[in-house]
């Protein structure tokens, strides 16, 4: 889950009640269609329409790139409400954004405190707990919550997001099971498709592995990951002439990457 995508969604959630505003779509937090009883409020409530105008205002700045003016009106909206869930979560991105890991996960967990059951909720905070604090069993248990939630509208994020975490922890066997999961609801998912590729990458299996990265090319945009993982998918099935190809396209696209440099640094005897 990317955060830019959190932002792109949480921008047209907002806009609906607000000036300005915030939505995501499948691994973020969009405002939720299903409120949990903890999170209700009246929307003609002044303090409740105040929370949601700042945080609409906030994360306008933020995607200006003006952090302290957007920190200034997410402050707002939290004094105005601090259980509104989508300023703890639009506040949660900008401080992780600057670095402040702790602040980022406080107010990650306050969305989901405030919206328990909520699919997006929990797949934003297993997203931070995975990706930025290697926290995976209890990034998984958010995940899982995440797809129990028959209201949340992607839930194949979550299952994608809950398997590259399984692979990051060293369980392929889940990995594997939640990927093919998400492409059982929808086998053009490129994040599930190249993770695919991944896993059975690392189980050396090595045909099946071509199969699913072939399959990615085919819809999701290349990356540095993604080229690198070709390359030396084609060298273990011994087929030179491929990773010579995936070798050119990686220095070509992504000539300053950390992939590139890898290839440049000699192995250590």
Known sequence: MRRERLL???????????SGGCATDGSASRPSSRVDAASKADPDNPRTKAAKENTALGLGYMQQGKLEVAL????KAL????KYPDANTVVAVLYERIGDLARAEEHYRRAVQYRPKSGNENNNLGWFLCNRLARYDEAAAHFERAVADP???TP???LTNAGSCAIKGG???????????ALERGSDNAEALVQMATVLYRRDEFFKARAFIQRYESVGQQTADSLMLGRNIELRLGNAKAAVDYTKRLRDQFPDSEQVRSLDTPASP
Request: aromatic share 6%; glycine share 6%; proline share 3%.
């Open 8 to 18: 792109a969604t949480l921008l047209t959630g907002l806009t609906i009640v607000g």
């Open 72 to 75: 200034e009106k997410l402050n």
């Open 79 to 82: 004094a105005a409400d601090p």
């Open 151 to 153: 209201f949340y509208q």
């Open 156 to 158: 194949v994020v979550a």
């Open 171 to 181: 369980k392929l066997d889940v990995a594997e099971r939640d990927l093919r999961l």
